[in-house]
């Protein structure tokens, strides 16, 4: 389903109506970046956050940030007024603007920026219950994978390989290191320690990510961020991914085998309730 509106190039314009030149450098060379934004009761989650690593990602590619903090928040608020649900996604999108085609830069041009909201959709009740299945593969995509770029083909491909194989997500393992998933972080329990892989050129910051960290540390749960091993994987007692339309799910399956016992583990019910919890008081004005 298309959103009701969508913003242009410093329009809002129905979907249809929205055009973009064929020479724009998003379409010939994917040169350009997004972003996705949580609302709960219509209300920006974590917008300073994201919009940091939207200004990380443009100058990961060299592009000047077209809008100020306070022109993407006014933006946001009127896409948020325009959609049917306290509850949606934001998803905001920067590219290089149209110019002929070159590799290298054009001298100027102007950026085009598309953006719009849509009602958040939530995992389902089925998948938090008993999990989803994962597999594992190389991980071929790029040396910058911290830009949030649009050029998403190995990460389409590897989701695809996975939806082939009756599973939800791909966990992309690269020189025998675990990195993320092709549309997530990752998070598995060792010891009883909650491990993530630390934050470099290979990962996507999440911002998702981040709040469960601050929340493992903050309620006393055991969390470190270190390399993590392929090999560690099938011994782990919990897989989970995180993301910010998909929050904290658990992972059951790997590979064709059980996680633990199959089932979602106690730490991740501890760690999704302490997420309701923030997303509560989020709601409720009691935390930015």
Request: charged share 20%; net charge neutral; glycine share 8%.
């Amino acid at each position: 389903m298309y959103p009701a509106l969508v913003y242009l190039n410093g329009d809002y314009l129905p979907p249809e109506k929205a055009q973009v030149s064929a020479f724009d450098r998003g379409f010939v060379f994917a040169d350009g970046v997004y972003e996705v934004i949580p609302v709960y009761g219509r209300r920006l989650f974590r917008l300073p956050q994201h919009l940091a690593r939207l200004d990380n990602s443009l100058g990961g590619i060299r592009l000047a940030n077209p809008l100020s903090a306070q022109q993407w928040q006014a933006l946001c608020a009127r896409l948020i007024d325009a959609t049917d649900s306290d509850d949606q996604s934001i998803y905001l999108q920067v590219t290089r603007g149209p110019a002929p085609r070159d590799h290298a830069f054009p001298a100027a041009t102007k950026p085009t920026v598309f953006a719009y909201a849509q009602p958040l959709k939530y995992p389902a009740a089925e998948q938090l219950a008993s999990g989803v299945a994962a597999i594992s593969v190389t991980d071929i995509r790029w040396s910058r994978c911290d830009i949030k770029a649009i050029a998403l083909l190995p990460n389409v491909l590897l989701r695809q390989q996975a939806t082939e194989q009756g599973a939800a997500e791909a966990i992309l393992v690269r020189d025998g290191n675990v990195t993320e998933g092709s549309a997530s972080n990752i998070f598995l329990v060792v010891n009883g320690t909650l491990v993530t892989p630390p934050k470099g050129p290979y990962i996507l910051p999440g911002v998702t990510r981040d709040l469960i960290v601050e929340l493992a540390h903050a309620h006393g749960v055991a969390c470190v961020e270190r390399d993590v091993r392929k090999s560690e994987l099938a011994g782990a007692t919990e897989l989970m991914l995180s993301s910010s339309t998909k929050e904290l799910l658990p992972i059951t399956r790997l590979d064709g085998q059980a996680v633990g016992n199959g089932r979602p583990g106690p730490l991740h019910a501890r760690l999704h309730a302490l997420y309701q919890d923030y997303k509560r008081d989020f709601r409720a004005g009691k935390v930015g």
